[in-house]
């Protein structure tokens, strides 16, 4: 029997339901987990034992009268530190929001607190959501639990860490550029962002609002189709949400889903330089593998592949310069103490609240919507945006999903890249493309590198259909034969 | 390789209302520069005719019912107001004295 920790979603809630375990029993477990590997970790921001317990302890009472309100009921799920839950704190791994506490409730987040999830923890991040490695943080670095030199990945790098560690059963994120895949797949669990829309960002910090997702991260993916679940749905409060049904995504998964189905893969992706080639070799060997459960594979173009970073990196920091505006130093933020008059009260309070990735990306959005150069950047942007959204709607009329790497590489040393931006940037080519088009994509654990350091595969679906796209994470999850592999720490 | 790209990075800065130091000024300059020039590539696309996608998909105007809620009471609302003082929040003066 493996240890409370490392079970998953399903296991612990059967436990619960034979009597065998009390969520409070649970929640202890992974505190006391979080507290013996956190000085080699640090994936928390802050967490509060106390209310956890209590919320356990409701848990407990409830299922003691028969009425468990879901799979999630008594079960610890850890936040990214960008979602708001009131009483709590939200710092967005920011100087800035060092002392904010959360007024009201998110509504994906009043969603899982209904479905009687048990609040564990604020999880690490790059600041505001900006950047690769979880090195961004203003309070701490984040280490990957397969190699404690390594960065986790980011910008969610402290969920996708927690759960890789046993901390939290799931956690939840926010993927603007891959921040919930890219993290998955170096620390080896699933992420998942949804389709634009499905997920209420009302709670959601904003970073770039044409882009932000709230997803899953789990270790099987089962736990994130119950997690995804729990939390998608229609909101009045999100403008962007959408009115779709949701599926009972848990009870559709099935192992034969792949059988018939034909898997786009994008040459484009294959002629990437920078991909290093153990990861191509994983990913190509996990296409194989779907090959064998019945899959079709068949080349596809994504001619604007090449386009994406610099859309992506314009379109993200212009609208990161306007979110980010709100931050001034006058209404819930840190405030200076040396300004001379208002409006130096911004600025100082700004020089003072951000880090450096955030102000450079401040910067960079606010020249590309400047006078001038509005035309050539950011309206530029948008059009070839539409031309990478089309490449898309072109290769799903003739398959049923398309699989390429997550990330074009392992988890890098701490420190490698983070002196040079562009490098950084450069490592999410594989995953903007997917939110620049609204689509869902998946990252699921294909294999390790020779030292020992996960890869993900990334499957991407068509828009709205989770459904399917978490059916054939599942299919090849089952196939790969990699579930219950956990770091050794 | 064609002209460097360089950002006015004071006009920007004053833009953006962010205070930058001299070693920020420099370091920001040379690394949006780099950055910059790797956004030529968009210039040699063609557009022509191509419109423009604000998000991944088309959104209209978005209505709720005109219905009135509780709002968030002022306590609550004023909870992380760095100087506050009779349910307000409290500013440096911004009027100059006459």
Known sequence: MSQIFYKTVSELSDLMDSKELSSAEITKAFIERTKSVEDKISAFISYDEDSAMKAAEASDTRRARGEKLSELDGIPVGLKDVLAVKGQPLTCASRMLENFVSPYTGTSLKMLEDAGAVFWGRLNMDEFAMGSSCENSAFKKTKNPWDTTRIPGGSSGGSAAAVAAGECAVALGSDTGGSIRQPASLCGVVGMKPTYGLVSRFGLAAFASSLDQIGPFARCVKDAAILLKAVAGHDPLDSTSVKVDIPDYPSLLREDSLKGKKIGVPREYFEASGMDAEVRASVESAIEKCKSIGAEIVEISLPHTDLAIPVYYIVATAEASSNLARYDGIRYTHRSKCAKDVVDLYFKSRAEGFGEEVKRRIILGTYVLSSGYYDAYYLRAQKVRTLIRGDFERAFESVDLICAPTSPTCAFKVGEKISDPLAMYLNDIFTINVNLAGLPGISIPCGFSKEGLPIGLQMIGKAFDEAALLSYAYAFERASGLEGRHPNI | ?98
């Open chain 2, 1 to 98: 390789m064609s002209e460097k790209s360089r950002i006015d990075i004071d006009y920007v800065a004053k833009l953006a209302r962010i205070e930058l130091s001299p070693e920020e000024r420099e370091r920001f300059s040379a690394q949006l520069g780099q950055i910059l020039d790797h956004f030529k590539k968009l210039s040699q696309v063609d557009v022509s005719g191509v419109e423009p996608s604000a998000h991944a998909r088309a959104v209209f105007n978005v209505w709720r019912e005109d219905k009135a809620e509780s709002p968030i009471p002022p306590e609550l609302a004023l909870m992380n107001a760095p100087q506050k003082r009779d349910n307000q929040i409290v500013v440096p003066k911004v009027v100059d004295d006459a």
